[in-house]
C-alpha cells in the first residue's frame, strides 16, 4: 500500500483545512487508518485514527471537537478536516494504515506510512 498524503499549507490561528490521504491498492477498506503529526523539535504524536468501516474514530485530546476524521472506501482516501486551527497544530502530518479492522493510537501499530504535509498555522 501506498499513501499520498496532501492538502498542507499555510493558514491564519481560527481558519480551516482538509488533509487527504490517497491510498493505493485493493485492500484500503480492510485497513484502519490513522493521522499522526510530528512538530519541529518534538515527537511524532497520534491525532486520530478511524477504522476499516469508519464505525470507530478517537481523537487526541487537543484536537477534539476540532478536527474530523473520514474516509471513503470506494474512493481509497481519507481525509482530516481542521476546523478552528491553532498555532500548536503546525506540524508535518502523516497518514498511516495498519492491516487491522480496528483503530490504534500508537504509530508502531500502523505498517504503512505517506510521506507527510505540512500545516502552518500563523498567530
Known amino acids: 500500500v501506498q499513501l499520498q498524503a496532501s492538502g498542507g499549507g499555510l493558514v491564519q490561528a481560527g481558519g480551516s483545512l482538509r488533509l487527504s490521504c490517497a491510498a493505493s491498492?485493493?485492500?484500503?477498506?480492510?485497513?484502519?487508518m490513522g493521522w499522526f503529526r510530528q512538530a519541529p523539535g518534538k515527537e511524532r504524536e497520534f491525532v486520530t485514527t478511524?477504522?476499516?468501516?469508519?464505525?470507530?474514530?478517537y481523537y487526541e485530546d487537543s484536537v477534539k471537537g476540532r478536527f474530523t476524521i473520514s474516509r471513503d472506501n470506494a474512493k481509497g482516501t481519507v481525509w482530516l478536516q481542521m476546523n478552528s486551527l491553532k498555532a500548536e497544530d503546525t506540524a508535518v502530518y502523516f497518514c498511516?494504515?495498519?492491516?487491522?479492522?480496528?483503530?490504534?493510537?500508537?504509530?508502531?501499530?500502523?505498517?504503512?506510512w505517506g510521506q507527510g504535509t505540512l500545516v502552518t498555522v500563523s498567530s
Open positions: 498511516a494504515a495498519r492491516r487491522e479492522c480496528s483503530t490504534s493510537v500508537y504509530a508502531e501499530r500502523y505498517d504503512y
Open positions: 491498492g485493493r485492500t484500503f477498506s480492510t485497513y484502519a
Open positions: 478511524i477504522s476499516c468501516g469508519s464505525a470507530t474514530t
